[in-house]
């Protein structure tokens, strides 16, 4: 199993630009969840999806979107970067029952100039 | 989200014990987490802990639970360089976890 996995890894954009980072589990998870984490800060959730098709508003939603059209995948798009989006990205996902372990992607190092 | 804190940074000599606190808000919180970070990677859980324990032992780990004063612990036992890290403090409510800003841990030879 691959666990949790994220493309891209690096990625720089420029002001204004677009893009979509991938997220993909082969653990049959039903919750996936976006995080960013900023120095001193920890990691603060952006969106969330409690199974296929779902998704609902984090912490810290605004200038992101997400879709999960298939269960194993949850997607986070920037419509039009800006230079306060520069964080690292972490995508992660679990059962959603029991002790509902979170388990993390290695992280995609987003810069925005 | 609900606020968790934790101490940023921790330095322990190689060999000695370390313990990071962290406190919450969230008293009906189900489930308590440690995570670790090494350098740039992901998050990997260390362990977890049920809120109706007061202790939990894993090998070089202990997790202590106060509920009262909502404080959590992690002691590691006889640290070794390869713990050096950042550990992350977490509570879950509803289905999200909400995390501390990690505390640093420096091994020190």
């Known amino acids: 199993n691959a666990g949790v996995t994220q493309t891209p890894k690096f990625r720089v954009l420029k002001t204004g630009q677009s893009m979509t980072l991938l997220c993909a589990q082969d653990?049959?998870?039903?919750?996936m969840y976006w995080y960013r984490q900023d120095p001193g800060m920890g990691l603060r959730l952006i969106h969330y999806?409690?199974?296929?098709?779902?998704?609902a508003k984090g912490e810290v939603p605004d200038g992101y979107n997400v879709s999960r059209l298939k269960k194993q995948n949850f997607l986070l798009g920037l419509e039009s970067a800006a230079p306060s989006q520069t964080s690292v990205y972490f995508c992660?996902?679990?059962?959603?029952?029991?002790?509902?372990?979170?388990?993390f992607g290695p992280g995609t190092r987003l810069t925005v100039l | 989200g609900e606020d968790v804190e934790q101490s940023l940074f921790l330095s322990v000599r190689e060999g000695d014990s370390s313990v990071i606190n962290c406190t919450y808000t969230?008293?009906?919180?189900?489930?308590l987490y440690w995570y670790k970070q090494e350098p740039g990677a992901g998050l990997q859980l260390l362990t977890y802990?049920?809120?109706?324990?007061d202790m939990k032992q894993d090998q070089r780990l202990t997790v202590l639970l106060n509920k009262k004063d909502k404080h959590l612990s992690l002691r590691i036992a006889d640290t070794q360089t390869g713990d050096s890290a950042i550990y992350f403090c977490?509570?879950?409510?509803?289905?999200?976890?909400?995390f501390g800003a990690g505390t640093t841990v420096t091994v020190r030879a």
């Open positions: 802990i049920f809120s109706n324990m």
């Open positions: 653990m049959n998870h039903e919750y």
């Open positions: 969230d008293s009906s919180s189900t489930y």
């Open positions: 999806s409690v199974g296929e098709g779902t998704t």
């Open positions: 977490a509570e879950r409510y509803d289905y999200k976890l909400s």
């Open positions: 992660a996902s679990s059962y959603g029952e029991g002790s509902d372990t979170q388990y």
